[in-house]
Every structure is written in C-alpha cells, then in structure tokens.
T-cell receptor, first 116, second 114 residues
C-alpha cells in the first residue's frame, strides 16, 4: 500500500517571502500522480497543483511550484511571494495510475501560517 | 446546484443512532468517494464508487455503508453510530474517463457522536 508523509505539522512564513512544504511518499509503482490540496478555514478542499510521475518537468501554477524528485520519492511545494490568503492546511496526496478510478492517499497535512 | 453538495452541514448524533450523510454532484462524474478527516491523520478513504451500480471499500470502511443507485448521488450511512465516528466527512467526485483525474470535493459534514 502507498503511504504519504508530511513531516512538518506546522510552518510559518512572512508575507512576501518564500516557503517550502515537504512531502515524501512510498510506492512500488512507476506511474502515478501527485497532488497538493489547500484547505482554508472555510474547510473547502482546493486543488493547488498536480504532477504526473512520468513527466520530468516540475509543475508550476503561478506562485506555486513543486520540486518532484522521483528517485527520492519526494514532492515538495514551494509558495513564492506568500500572501495572507495562502494561510491554510496543505495536504499532499498520491494517486496510482494503474488502478481504475482515482482514489487518493493523503498525508497528515501541514498547517501554514502567514505573518503580516 | 454547481459542483458537489453535502447535507447536513453539521450534525450532533447520539451513539447507536442511524445516520445518512447525503452527497450530490451535478458534473456527471463517473467516480465518487467518501473520506473522513481527523486531526493529525489527514483524509482517509472510507468507500468509493467507480461508476453507478458499483462500490468498493477504502482504508477505513468498518461501520459505514454506501450505495450508488445513479450517477449523481452517493449517500453514506452509519448504521449504529459510535463516538469514534466523530469526524468531518468529505464527499468527492472525479471524471476518470477524460484524463482530468483530480478530485472535486464537497464542503464537508461535521459529525459529532455523543
């Protein structure tokens, strides 16, 4: 079974600075997808960014980018120019590409605080 | 309706009572899921359905049941609630046939079992 680990329960960053959230995973599969979801205080789960394992290029979405290291099974999220609205719980998630459907395995979450 | 709706938003329930959490999506997604969120544990999959008429067990299925009579609805039933089922429950859906493999989530239901 796949596992996802987020070793930082809490992180903080100053507004306009850069922060990196860590995520590692364990799998024996070669083809899979990785995601970062954001959960603000509203409780809504919002997709931030996704990465396909067969693509070597790191995904980027505006101020959000990932550092995908397949051999190390690492998938960190970098938030540049942090804004107050980035404050939220962030979840890393894994999805196998081999099974039907798209069931996700989540990490424990990292609570990000943005200080003005 | 736009996206996924869940009902109720929150509920306090006596132990031993039966409870059904409702989930409806209007995106015609083939796959639907139920997760529970607990502090320090992230979200864990309870049950899923790849298509109408089929269901499967996730990581923590005990004490829960689901049905998928049509594409849009995916109710989750607690037959006899216990305090350990106190959690926030999320319903999600995805369209696995078009390559858009990410999941859309509902707003969640906060359930407290006393």
């Amino acid at each position: 079974a796949q596992t996802v680990t987020q070793s930082q329960p809490e992180m903080s960053v100053q507004e306009a600075e850069t922060v990196t959230l860590s995520c590692t995973y364990d799998t024996s599969e070669s083809d899979y997808y990785l995601f970062w979801y954001k959960q603000p205080p509203s409780r809504q789960m919002i997709l931030v960014i996704r990465q396909e394992a067969y693509k070597q290029q790191n995904a980027t979405e505006n101020r959000f980018s990932v550092n995908f290291q397949k051999a190390a099974k690492s998938f960190s999220l970098k938030i540049s120019d942090s804004q107050l609205g980035d404050a939220a719980m962030y979840f890393c998630a894994y999805r196998s590409a081999s099974t039907s459907g798209s069931r996700l395995t989540f990490g424990e979450g990292t609570q990000l605080t943005v200080n003005p | 309706i736009a996206g996924i709706t869940q009902a109720p938003t929150s509920q306090i329930l006596a132990a031993g009572r039966r409870m059904t959490l409702r989930c409806t999506q209007d995106m015609r997604h083939n796959a639907m899921y139920w997760y529970r969120q607990d502090l320090g544990l992230g979200l864990r999959l309870i049950h899923y359905s790849n298509t109408a008429g089929t269901t499967g067990k996730g990581e923590v299925p005990d004490g829960y049941s689901v049905s998928r009579a049509n594409t849009d609805d995916f109710p989750l039933t607690l037959a006899s609630a216990v305090p350990s089922q106190t959690s926030v429950y999320f319903c999600a859906s995805s369209d696995t046939g078009t390559g858009g493999d990410w999941q859309f989530f509902g707003p969640g239901t906060r359930l407290t079992v006393l």
